[in-house]
């Protein structure tokens, strides 16, 4: 199977086994190998108690774009640690997009920055990731 194919397969069985991405009801806009760029749009339970959102919310939209990036050359990778910068508010209507940019592959360690922007192409947070990638795949050839 080519890269393209296997990263595309995997993305689609980790988002079809993810209650907590379907539940924040992501779409995939596009994947290559070590690339993801997805999307979301803001719902008024996704708000704190300031009537912003949560910023769990789009950390967990970060954290979904580098769980499919970082997996989608079919091996398994787990986040070992992770960190986020918060530009600008979120709001209910709000369409986010994330996208990743893989800084580093190696045999065990993957390192990605992804960045989240809303409907009007602004940044609102920066996310850097690192995973552990483990020997483990996800789909036997």
Do not use: C
């Not at 919310?57 to 979904?64: G, N, W």
């Not at 709000?94 to 960045?115: H, K, P, Q, W």
């Amino acid at each position: 199977m080519d890269r393209q194919k296997l990263a595309q397969k995997v993305v689609e069985k980790m988002m079809a086994d993810d209650a907590f991405s379907q539940w924040m009801k992501i779409q995939i806009i596009d994947v290559k190998p070590g690339f993801v760029k997805i999307s979301m749009e803001i719902r008024p339970e996704m708000n704190n108690g300031f009537s912003v959102t949560h910023g769990g919310i789009t950390y967990s939209l970060a954290d979904s774009a580098l769980a499919f990036a970082s997996n989608s050359y079919g091996r398994v990778a787990l986040a070992l640690e992770n960190n986020i910068s918060y530009m600008k508010k979120v709001n209910a209507g709000d369409v986010l997009t994330a996208e990743t940019e893989e800084i580093s592959i190696g045999n065990t360690i993957g390192v990605y920055n992804i960045t989240v922007t809303n409907q009007n192409d602004e940044s609102v947070a920066l996310f850097r990731g690192t995973v552990y990638r483990m020997k483990e795949k996800h789909i036997n050839k």
